[in-house]
């Protein structure tokens, strides 16, 4: 099986990064998308 991606890449390794999941869902799940919270909570020190 092969993996594509098919989106904005400098976008997401901007602005989120890669999670890989448990070991019991490693086996179907590459991994997850993480949003990456330090530069948002700078902008917004008081929340979203």
Not at 24 to 29: C, G, K, P, Q, V
């Amino acid at each position: 099986m092969q993996h594509i991606e098919f989106f904005h890449i400098e976008h997401f390794e901007n602005n989120y990064h890669r999670v890989k999941p448990v070991d019991e869902l490693d086996y179907f799940i590459d991994f997850f998308w993480e949003t990456k919270f330090d530069a948002l909570l700078q902008q917004s020190p008081g929340g979203f």
